[in-house]
């Protein structure tokens, strides 16, 4: 069986850092070893340092193929294969294969080579990785349709970062080894400004820490390496659920904050049986707690809560580890050394913190827990001791002669046991007292009297007081235990509920309230809060009847934070189901804090779009008012001029150029106005059969252009309002005029679909990326295959918009030999 091939990825933050040259300049540095590499795709984008990496090295021919008209070359994966090398250099690992490839992506192509055994290199941005598509996106406001599964990636065996600071990337740029001189300033100003480089760097690192973090890991575990390596800083702080935990969460951050870099990790220990006393409502504020100190919150199970912490303090490798002081009294202590003596001294190289808070003098005062059996059964258990004990004294007195002193100590411990079993531990505390005296007083020598001549009798009565008491207190104890896990399973189920519906719900925070006014049979349930503890309160959800304005309108309030409460009102709760109120109620905060954030995040998104858009639009209009105003201006003042005498013909051109200014400023002033109505919803449109036979001769009238035009005669007419028909044609002519060669006019055709007309309006100048093709129709940008001297980047977005008005579509494509085609589809007349 023949051995997997190793990868090696080459990660860059932004197109230009040199990721394919250094790529190829490890090909250059295998080959001189004697290795045999091959170049299986390499994209040099006529870059020249590249082009000359490249020469020298073994070319596998790439694969022709063709789409849609078009001619494109692909990597050649049967011709690599063939080929067999022991190296493969195939770039650009999340480019998408032209259909009818044999993979749909290059990376499963790579993996295709893998399995044959061959070594792989190859090259990768960090915009392309599937997990950080979004976050780059928003970062830069360019989506990226090409990625590459991380898992992909991070199965490398080698990954290396090439590595280049923004301002050396954008001086690389202006000098001309990126880009061609006509798309460098637009490229500088959109996507390779300085803050996009810096975040898409520091995106570019921190991935690539999270790999080598899981290097080490991997390397450790199979290496059964115990020992911690202080490669970073991670401190972990122990949270008991109790509320000293706020403070140890801000000394853990205090501590994890004098070393840059460090991290910040709580976690809390679930027993392994579930019934842990933790309060879920206070953990989840601390949770918060942690997260907003930009920490991280962990829940781990475990029966032995020292060693559950140090395995993981042990598995996330850390440096540090914060505890709180014992709450229990000294006897407690000295019976049981208690988690934090024990944690220290199975610490290791770990550092532990022992830190001292208000809780820890306050352990006398804690409340005892109540018994687990209910009142009805002890009060059953005292009836089964009174009335059992005169009864059985009664039996056993009258079978004094056959039976032995054993025999009726057995049928004492017999009652105090069933006492037990229905009461608890005081009916069979009771029944054994009373048994041991009843059987002192009638039935141990010497009898009526409370003495005892000998020793095995004493022994036996009091093994026989013992045994019920202990029976009594398991039987007591497993109560407990299943009154707990009742509980428990039921605040489980409840709180398993509740992020069901949440989750599922398009309005979290009504959805969790409606789930609290139902769970607990309340009328009402509201979420108040105000500015200030002065302010009035101000209703932020509710759900049911009337709302609360105050807390004093319900029968329950829950305060979550100084200025938020929850209230409830319909019927008092009781104490056991406050806590779960509680919970409820942190998670309301947490639903509401993050409605605000949206709508902040909404309203910052709105505000940055406008000005945006005012920017763009002052930029662009600047110029294009600027440059008719002052031809004409100077055609007029020239006219007006009495030091020259003009002749007729000179008079006609200025007048003319004059006309023709004027006529920009027309269209330009035109296309904002119905741009602003189109944005608005308020552009009246008048649909009706059109034919296209003179719809596309008027257009192309209106430019003075000659444009070949090829439409059937047995076309069908379109629906649409022919005034904006022809404003959609004469930008999308317009457009394909700026760009097409002088040799090579632009063409119109049409044809009939199903019952829909496409218009294709074709040019062959440089053509458009196709990660711009959803760019270019935006307000006030110039791109690609248009003019970025003249135009405020209205025409393209105007006839979008104007197209889906009319119910029809527009979309662009490359032209087959090198061009653009805008393809305009509208409604045929049924």
Not at 457 to 485: E, I, P, S, Y
Not at 580 to 597: D, G, P, Y
Not at 700 to 723: F, G, H, N, R, Y
Request: charged residues 25%.
């Amino acid at each position: 069986m023949t051995a997997r091939g190793t990868l090696r990825v080459y990660l860059g933050a932004a197109p230009g850092v040199g990721k394919t040259y250094k790529m190829l300049e490890e090909g250059r540095r295998r080959r001189e070893r004697g290795t045999d590499v091959v170049v299986g795709f390499v994209e040099t984008h006529d870059r020249p340092a590249t082009e000359a990496m490249l020469e020298g090295l073994e070319t596998v021919p790439r694969r022709d193929m063709t789409y849609r008209g078009a001619a494109f070359t692909e990597l050649d994966l049967d011709a690599v294969l063939a080929r067999r090398p022991e190296v493969a250099l195939v770039d650009e690992l999340a480019h998408t294969n032209v259909p009818g490839s044999g993979h749909a992506k290059r990376w499963q192509d790579v993996d295709r080579l893998l399995e044959a055994g061959i070594d792989v290199l190859t090259t990768v941005n960090v915009q392309h990785l599937e997990s950080l598509n979004d976050v780059v996106e928003a970062i830069t406001g360019v989506p990226q349709r090409e990625t590459v599964p991380d898992a992909v990636v991070r199965r490398a065996e080698q990954i290396e970062l090439v590595d280049m600071t923004p301002e050396a990337l954008r001086r690389r740029m202006a000098h001309g080894n990126v880009y061609k001189p006509e798309k460098i300033d637009a490229a500088l100003g959109n996507y390779f400004r300085v803050g996009n480089l810096t975040a898409l760097r520091e995106l570019a690192l921190l991935w690539l820490a999270g790999k080598v973090d899981e290097q080490l890991d991997r390397y450790r575990s199979e290496h059964g390496i115990d020992k911690k390596w202080e490669t970073r800083e991670r401190v972990v702080v122990a949270l008991t659920g109790g509320p000293e935990g706020d403070t140890l969460i801000r000394r853990a951050a205090r501590v994890a904050a004098r070393t840059k870099a460090a991290d910040l990790l709580a976690v809390h220990v679930v027993r392994g049986d579930g019934l842990a006393a933790a309060d879920p409502a206070r953990l989840t504020r601390q949770r918060l707690l942690v997260e907003s100190l930009g920490g991280t919150y962990h829940q781990v199970l475990g029966a032995n809560v020292p060693q559950a912490l140090l395995d993981f303090a042990r598995g996330v490798n850390a440096t540090q580890l914060v505890l709180g002081a014992s709450r229990r009294g000294r006897l407690a202590q000295i019976l049981s050394p208690g988690v934090g003596t024990t944690t220290t001294a199975e610490s290791g190289a770990i550092d532990v913190h022992l830190v001292s808070h208000e809780e820890a003098r306050r352990f006398a005062f804690r409340a005892r827990r109540p018994g687990g059996l209910d009142r009805r059964r002890r009060i059953a258990g005292l009836l089964v001791a009174a009335a059992g004990l005169p009864l059985l004294t009664l039996v056993l007195d009258a079978l004094r002669d056959g039976t032995a002193l054993t025999t009726e100590i057995l049928a004492y411990l017999v009652l105090a046991v069933a006492a037990a079993l229905v009461g608890g531990l005081l009916p069979a505390l009771i029944c054994a007292v009373g048994g041991f005296l009843l059987l002192n007083w009638f039935f141990t020598p010497p009898l009526n009297r409370f003495t005892i001549d000998e020793r095995e009798n004493l022994f036996a009565l009091v093994a026989f007081v013992g045994v019920a008491v202990a029976v009594a207190t398991v039987v007591d104890g497993a109560a407990r235990r299943a009154r707990d896990a009742a509980r428990a399973s039921a605040e489980a189920q409840t709180l398993a509920t509740l992020a069901g519906s949440v989750l599922h719900g398009d309005n979290p925070l009504e959805a969790l309230l409606e789930r609290v006014r139902e769970s607990f049979g309340q009328s009402c349930v509201t979420l108040l809060e105000r500015d200030s503890e002065h302010a009035p309160w101000q209703v932020a959800a509710s759900v049911g009847a009337a709302p609360c304005t105050s807390p004093a309108d319900g029968e329950t309030e829950v305060p979550i934070e100084e200025n938020v409460a929850l209230v409830l009102r319909g019927h008092a709760l009781p104490a056991t189901a406050r806590r779960l109120v509680e919970a409820f109620a942190a998670h309301a905060a947490i639903a509401l804090r993050q409605r605000r954030l949206g709508e902040q995040a909404a309203a910052a998104g709105t505000l940055a779009e406008v000005d945006r858009l005012r920017t763009a639009l002052l930029s662009a209009v600047s110029h294009d008012l600027r440059t008719p105003l002052a031809s004409a201006k100077a055609a007029v003042g020239s006219l007006r001029s009495a030091d020259v005498d003009f002749s007729p013909e000179d008079t006609g051109e200025l007048l003319a150029t004059a006309e023709e200014s004027l006529d920009k400023l027309t269209r330009l002033v035109e296309n904002l106005l119905d741009m602003s109505r189109l944005q608005a919803g308020a552009l009246a449109l008048t649909l009706e059969a059109v034919d296209l036979a003179d719809a596309l001769p008027r257009a192309t009238d209106d430019l003075d252009a000659a444009v070949a035009i090829s439409v059937p005669e047995e076309l069908p007419e379109v629906t649409a309002d022919p005034a904006l028909l022809e404003r959609i044609l004469v930008n999308l002519i317009a457009n394909a005029l700026r760009h097409s060669p002088p040799d090579r006019p632009p063409s119109i055709g049409a044809s009939a679909h199903a019952e829909r007309v496409e218009i294709r309006v074709v040019d062959h100048g440089p053509g458009l990326p196709a990660a711009d093709h959803d760019r270019v129709f935006q307000p006030f940008q110039r791109l690609g295959d248009r003019d970025n001297s003249t135009g405020v980047g209205l025409g393209l977005a105007l006839s979008r918009g104007l197209a889906e008005a009319m119910g029809g579509t527009l979309r662009p494509e490359p032209t087959p030999g090198g061009g653009l085609t805008m393809t305009l589809s509208l409604p045929g007349v049924r």
